[in-house]
C-alpha cells in the first residue's frame, strides 16, 4: 500500500514564494514519474509541471520561469518550488506520482491536495 501525503500550502503576498512537498511512503520501490497539478475554483484542473523517469521537465507557460520541479529518490519526495507567485496562482495544488511498488507494479497516486493563496 502506498500512501502520500502533501505538505507547505498556505497565503503568501504577491511576489512571494512557497514551497510544496509530495511525500510518497509505504510500498514504494522508486517513484518514475511526477506531475504537479492546480485546480481553481471553477476552473478546469491544469497540468503546471511534470518530471519524467529521465528526469526531462516541462513546464506550463503560465509557471515557466517561476516554478520549479524537483525530487530526492532517498526521501521518496517529490518538491514544487514557487517563486514570484502571482493572484492568479491561488488554487488547489495537486501532485500525482507514478510509482513503482514493492511489488513491482506502477500504478499513479494522488496527493490529497494543498491550498495556495497569493493575495495582499
Known amino acids: 500500500q502506498v500512501q502520500l501525503v502533501q505538505s507547505g500550502g498556505g497565503l503568501v503576498q504577491p511576489g512571494g514564494s512557497l514551497t510544496l512537498s509530495c511525500v510518497a511512503s509505504?510500498?514504494?520501490?522508486?517513484?518514475?514519474?511526477a506531475d504537479w497539478y492546480r485546480q481553481a475554483p471553477g476552473k478546469e484542473r491544469e497540468l503546471v509541471a511534470t518530471i519524467n523517469v529521465r528526469s526531462i521537465i516541462n513546464y506550463a507557460d503560465s509557471v515557466k520561469g517561476r516554478f520549479t520541479i524537483s525530487r530526492d529518490s532517498n526521501k521518496n519526495t517529490v518538491y514544487l518550488q514557487m517563486s514570484n507567485l502571482k493572484p492568479e496562482d491561488t488554487a488547489v495544488h495537486l501532485c500525482?506520482?507514478?510509482?513503482?511498488?514493492?511489488?513491482?507494479?506502477?500504478?499513479?497516486?494522488w496527493g490529497q491536495g494543498s491550498q495556495v493563496s497569493v493575495s495582499s
Open positions: 500525482k506520482l507514478q510509482i513503482v511498488t514493492t511489488q513491482f507494479d506502477t500504478s499513479d497516486y
Open positions: 509505504g510500498s514504494v520501490f522508486a517513484i518514475k514519474a
